[in-house]
C-alpha cells in the first residue's frame, strides 16, 4: 500500500473493518481520513491481526507485543536492504515511492493513485507523470488515422 510509515503505524485494529474489507487511514499528513478497499489477500492478513484485540490495540504489533511506529521500522528495514543488496539509500518510505511507480506503470488514473495515497494528483503527476507517457504513446498508437 502506498502509506506513509507514520500513519501505518498509527493504525488501530478499529480502522480496519473486516465486514467490508476497508482499511481508514486516519491520521495521515493530509489530516483528513480516507477509506482504502483492500484486495482479498490484504484483508485476509489484516483479519487476522485484528482477531482479538480491543478496538484501539495497534493494528501492526512488534514481535515483543509493542505498538509499532516508524522509527521501530529503520534497523530491520535497514537489515533487509543490506540483505537484499540495495542501495543504502533505500528506506521504509521508499516502499511507498516504489508502490505509487508501479501503479502509475500499471496504468491505474493518477487521481486515484493520488486519492489511495493521501496527496494531490498534482504531487503525483509532477513526482510520477513521466513513467505515464508510455500510455500515451500505447493509445495514440491505436488511434484510426
Do not use: C
Not at 27 to 44: F, I, M, S
Not at 51 to 63: C, E, H, S
Request: aromatic share 2%; hydrophobic share 45%; net charge positive.
Amino acid at each position: 500500500m502506498p502509506l506513509r510509515p507514520g500513519a501505518l503505524a498509527a493504525l488501530t485494529a478499529s480502522d480496519f473493518d473486516k465486514r467490508t474489507a476497508e482499511l481508514t487511514i486516519g491520521k495521515d499528513k493530509t489530516g483528513k481520513p480516507r477509506r482504502l478497499q483492500l484486495p482479498v489477500e490484504a484483508a485476509k492478513l489484516l483479519t487476522s491481526q485484528v482477531a482479538n484485540k480491543l478496538p484501539g490495540a495497534p493494528l501492526l504489533m512488534r514481535l515483543n507485543g509493542k505498538a509499532s511506529n516508524k522509527n521501530s521500522w529503520k534497523l530491520p528495514t535497514r537489515a533487509a536492504v543490506v540483505g537484499a543488496g540495495l542501495p543504502s539509500a533505500v528506506s521504509a518510505y521508499t516502499l511507498r515511492h516504489s508502490t505509487i511507480t508501479d501503479l502509475v506503470s500499471a496504468g491505474l488514473p493518477l487521481l486515484t493513485i493520488a486519492q489511495i495515497s493521501g496527496t494531490s494528483a498534482e504531487m503525483i503527476e509532477r513526482h510520477y507523470g513521466h513513467l505515464a507517457s508510455d500510455a500515451a504513446v500505447k493509445a495514440l498508437a491505436e488511434l484510426a488515422l
